[in-house]
């Protein structure tokens, strides 16, 4: 096994609960909300004005920005020294992969070539991931599924009808 990955399981299995969530949970349930809320806007927008190769392709580089701008900043924001958070380039690499992951998802449905399919789809796949989104928060962060699910799908619903609303512009 790779030094980063057994150091990490090392790290892991002798972690309390308290560090798992400061230095593992949190920055990636802050890179999957952001991965999957930010990027609706433009993918949709494209989608509406340019069809799914465009949307796809927007939604990858979406993705990627967002991952390596989310990573960027868990990872410079705080060296984990005073709050205890853990290393910054842990965090980052974790926030930006699950920032990529969360982007990324919604974007594939949009390798289908007919928009109204793909946009069907796209719109499930959103619903599973802000649905996870909410489990998550439920067991690691103990906020009841009811309220998660009303604060995750609002704000998705929010950034999905601005992307509808420019994308019909």
């Known amino acids: 096994m790779h030094a980063p990955a057994a150091s990490f399981r090392q790290r892991w299995t002798v972690a309390d609960e308290r560090q798992r969530l400061l230095q593992v949970i949190q ?3 802050i890179g999957l909300i952001d991965g999957t809320i930010s990027t ?4 949709f927008a494209t989608a509406y004005i ?3 190769r465009a949307a796809l392709l927007v939604g990858l580089a979406a993705a990627l920005g ?3 701008s989310m990573g960027m900043s868990e ?3 705080d060296d984990g020294e005073i709050t205890g958070r853990g290393a910054g380039l842990t965090r980052g690499m ?7 992951v969360g982007g990324t998802a919604h974007a594939l449905p949009f390798l289908i070539s007919d928009i109204g399919t793909a946009l069907t789809v796209a719109y499930v796949v959103v619903s599973v991931e802000l649905v996870a989104i909410a489990v998550i928060r439920r067991r690691f ?23 509808v609303i420019i994308g019909h512009a």
Do not use: Y
């Not at 974790?94 to 990529?100: E, H, K, N, R, Y």
């Not at 962060?141 to 992307?163: C, E, F, K, M, P």
């Open 27 to 29: 920055p990636a349930l």
């Open 40 to 43: 609706l806007a433009p993918i």
């Open 50 to 52: 340019a069809g799914s």
């Open 66 to 68: 967002a991952a390596i």
């Open 75 to 77: 990872g410079l924001s």
């Open 94 to 100: 974790i926030t930006g992969l699950a920032t990529f």
């Open 141 to 163: 962060l103990g906020v009841a599924l009811r309220t998660s699910l009303i604060q995750v799908t609002l704000g998705g619903v929010i950034v999905a009808a601005v992307g």
